[in-house]
Each structure stands twice: as structure tokens, then as C-alpha cells.
């Protein structure tokens, strides 16, 4: 499986750790007192049990927006273990709150905010976006939230469960949310705030930020960015099309801006993110628990936060990742982003150089992150569909794990004749968001390029 240096940096952390409580009368836990031999024995049956997996951390999986934890965020996970802090009130989680703030306030200065902000982790991307859609409820109520049609689902269910009217913008052969879809929206009067996708979920697309803030600008609405996948991106604008990197530079304007740690951060699951740029808009949370906040007069977390117990954990390791890898555009952490780009555009390339001319990928381009999309050529839209789970079948059986995704046909040139629009295609779909997978590229291809299905 490849060396693992977990377990050493761990134990000696464990140790410092057990420094800093060195002055506690001793004592037996109570968890501590099992039989080793039988903590070993179930943990032999959960490590069997979790060999029922893809190998998510390999370079030869390369389906979904899955990215193994740096060693360096297992650690300081697993170390924070020992005391297992809540970073709801200060009371739960002392110094795992101050590393919260000091990590977000990273985050918020990779998107240009260096104070003024609101912002805070929670357990995932959709929490996150929950709460920028409730806030932009509040400040515009009864408003409608608009999302192009290829936004995350949750956006359209989180409307939902907030009584919000959420209409669905069309996108163009890229992807990206319609310009002129969006202003006709905008003309009924009745939107609230738009959220714009940077990186969507299917493909990679970028929404293009800069027209859609001048739109709502005109039409004074809200703009939230969802940057769940893509926020990181920010930092190697260079390595994007124009297009995409003028979004991405333009993020600061936003009202609001989402973005997931455990997804491009290196970060366990468990950690998403929030930033708001108005901090006014913590009014809106604003409540009393007579439970919690009394051992410090400092804002304690939960006050600004819709959660309530949260992992203090998942603080721990994002704190102790940005140490070692600073969110820079220069830095190792951006140069592993620059990897993954590498990675998909040259497996762009070379999907539309195969000398066999099997794969279609977007007419309109290539990706623009790192996230590929194409289809398998065939006699109709139907066997296309089909050839691509043959071929998604026969690269899993080579050991090499890729994704599948239903898309407009018309994304992929011609359609046949007897197509009638909208016609969707089933594609495979590449996720390559590993630095190692630009270094396995030709290994991945070889073992795409052997499994195409062919009758
Ligand atoms: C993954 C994703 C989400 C949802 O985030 P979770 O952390 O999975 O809850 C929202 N928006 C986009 C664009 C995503 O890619």
C-alpha cells in the first residue's frame, strides 16, 4: 500500500501532547483498560471490512472528487483524538477554536477578504451552502435563488427545505450558467441572489463570475459563490483559460463564498467552509444558549454557526495543513493543483489525438479545471451510451476507476440523425485530482486506450 509515515508522526506528537498534561494525577482509562489483544482482534475484522473499497488513494482511481487526506492532516487529526474538543463554545474546544479562526481567516485571504468577513467551518459543502442560502434568505426574504442548470442538486433542495422559490438557469455547451438566460431571470424582479458555480460538480465548468456580478449589481441582487470543488483554483489562475481565471479573480466581490477543505484541502471529511463578506449578516444567528458560553466573553463559534457540536478535529488538521502547505500561489500546495491541471488536459489531448478517433470529448473545449469528460464514439446516441459503461466496466476490471455522467449529447458535436434534443449521453468522467496522477497519466491512458469496448 505504499509506506505509511502516519503512525510515526503521530506517536511522537502523542507524546508532546502528553507533555502539556503532565501535571494530572495519574489514572487508568477507562476505555484503555481493554484487553490489547482484543481491540486487536475487531480491529483485524474492520480493516478487512474496509478492504471492501475502490482504493480511493491510489493514482489508478480516478472516478470521483475523492483526494486522500495529506499525512500531515491524518495526524493532527488522529492526535487531536486525545481530546476530542467541540468547537461549538470555547468551553468544548479552546485552542481548536482559535485555530479554526486562524484557518478560515487563511482561506478568507486566499479569496482577498483580509477582515470585515464572517466565516466558520462546518461538516460539508452542502451545510455550508445551507447556511450562505438561509442568510441570503434572511436578507432578501421571500426573494427567488437562481442557479444554472448544472449547480449542485443540493441548491435547488436547499431552497426547498428554506421556502424559497429557486429557478434553474440554462447553461451553455460548456456547462457554464447562460448570461442571457440569467437576465431574462433577472427582468421578473423577483430574484434574491444567484449563485455562481465555480467548478461545477459534472465537469469542471466556471460560471462567468464577472458578468454575473455586473448583472446582479444592476439588478441589485446577492451573489454567492459556490467553490466547494474549485475555490483552491484561486491560486493558479495562471494555469486556466482566460475565461475561468478572471471568475476565479473576481471571487472577492461575492456576498458570499463556499469552499471544501476535504475535498482540494487535503482535509479528512468533515470540513467545509463558509465565508460571508459583510460580517453585519451574524445578526441573523444571533441567539442565547444558557448551556455554553461562559468561560470566555469572546465570540464562541456556535454563535455564528447553524450547527451546534462540530468536529474540533477537522480545525486541527486544517490549522496543521496550512502550516506545512501555505495557501500560496508559489507554494507545494498549488503546485499539486498545477499537477492535477497537467493531468487532465493531457488526457484531453489525447482523447482527441486517438489514432483510432474512439472519443469525443466537449466541442467547445477542454476542461477547465481538472475534470474530464468525454464520450465513446458509435452508431447512435444509444450505443454511445452504452460503449461508455462497457468501457467504465472493463477499465475497473484493469484496475483502473473511472466515473460515469449523463450529459447534453449536443456538448459532444453532431448528434445522429433521429436525435431529438434534449438528448442526453452517457459519458465516463475523470476526476484527476491527485498531484501523482500527472506521473501516472500514461499508465491511466494505456489502460483506458486497452478497454474501449469495441463491438
Ligand atoms: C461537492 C459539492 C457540493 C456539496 O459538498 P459536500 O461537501 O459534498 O456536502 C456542493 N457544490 C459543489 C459544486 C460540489 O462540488
Known amino acids: 500500500m505504499g509506506r505509511d509515515v502516519v503512525s510515526s508522526l503521530l506517536a511522537t506528537a502523542t507524546e508532546a501532547l502528553e507533555r502539556e498534561f503532565a501535571e494530572l494525577p495519574e489514572w487508568e482509562p477507562a476505555g484503555e483498560s481493554h484487553a490489547p489483544e482484543a481491540m486487536a482482534a475487531v480491529l483485524a475484522q474492520t480493516a478487512h471490512r474496509l478492504g471492501d473499497n475502490y482504493p480511493y488513494f491510489h493514482p489508478l482511481y480516478a472516478g470521483q472528487m475523492l483526494k486522500p487526506p495529506h499525512p500531515v492532516a491524518r495526524a493532527a487529526y488522529a492526535l487531536a483524538m486525545k481530546i476530542n474538543p467541540n468547537n461549538h463554545a470555547r468551553d468544548g474546544g479552546r485552542a481548536s477554536s482559535e485555530m479554526e479562526i486562524e484557518a478560515v481567516a487563511e482561506i478568507a485571504r486566499m479569496f482577498g477578504w483580509p477582515g470585515g468577513y464572517l466565516g466558520h467551518l462546518t461538516s460539508s459543502g452542502t451545510l455550508a451552502n445551507l447556511e450562505a442560502l438561509w442568510i441570503a434568505g434572511q436578507e432578501r426574504p421571500g426573494k427567488r435563488i437562481l442557479a444554472s442548470k448544472q449547480a449542485h442538486y443540493t441548491h435547488s433542495r436547499i431552497s426547498g427545505v428554506l421556502k424559497l422559490d429557486f429557478s434553474a438557469i440554462a447553461a451553455d455547451n460548456r456547462g457554464r450558467m447562460d448570461l442571457n438566460a440569467l437576465e431574462d431571470a433577472l427582468k421578473r424582479g423577483d430574484v ?30 446577492r451573489v454567492h459563490v459556490d467553490g466547494a470543488y474549485g475555490g483552491y483554483f484561486r491560486l493558479i489562475g495562471d494555469a486556466l483559460e482566460e475565461s475561468s481565471r ?6 472577492d466581490h461575492a456576498d458570499s463564498i463556499v469552499i471544501d477543505p476535504h475535498k482540494h484541502g487535503l482535509q479528512p471529511y468533515g470540513c467545509g467552509c463558509v465565508l460571508f463578506k459583510d460580517a453585519g449578516v451574524g445578526r441573523h444567528y444571533k441567539h442565547d444558549s444558557p448551556y455554553t458560553y461562559f468561560t470566555s466573553k469572546e465570540l464562541h463559534l456556535g454563535e455564528i454557526s447553524l450547527e451546534c457540536s462540530r468536529a474540533g478535529a477537522a480545525a486541527v488538521a486544517l490549522w496543521t495543513t496550512q502550516k506545512l502547505l501555505p495557501l500560496t ?3 507545494e500546495f498549488a503546485a499539486g493543483l498545477r499537477k492535477g491541471r497537467a493531468a487532465a488536459k493531457e488526457l484531453d489531448r489525447r482523447l482527441r489525438a486517438d489514432a483510432g478517433g474512439r472519443f469525443a470529448g466537449l466541442a467547445a473545449g477542454g476542461p477547465e479545471l481538472d475534470i474530464v469528460v468525454w464520450t465513446v464514439l458509435g452508431k447512435s446516441t444509444e ?12 477499465c475497473a476490471e484493469r484496475g483502473l476507476h473511472l466515473a460515469l455522467v449523463d450529459l447534453p449529447q449536443k456538448w459532444f458535436g453532431p448528434g445522429h440523425s433521429g436525435d431529438t434534443p434534449p438528448k442526453t449521453v452517457t459519458c465516463l468522467r475523470s476526476v484527476l485530482m491527485k498531484p501523482e496522477h500527472e506521473n501516472w497519466l500514461p499508465e491511466i491512458w494505456s489502460r483506458l486506450s486497452e478497454s474501449v469496448s469495441r463491438s
Open 383 to 394: 450505443d454511445r451510451s452504452r460503449r461508455a459503461e462497457e468501457t467504465f466496466a472493463a
Open 192 to 221: 434574491g441572489t444567484v449563485v455562481a458555480t465555480l467548478g461545477t460538480t459534472a465537469i469542471g465548468a466556471v460560471d462567468p463570475l464577472p458578468g454575473i456580478l455586473e448583472l446582479s449589481a444592476r439588478y441589485g441582487v
Open 329 to 331: 500561489c508559489d507554494g
Open 246 to 251: 478572471g471568475a476565479f479573480a473576481s471571487i
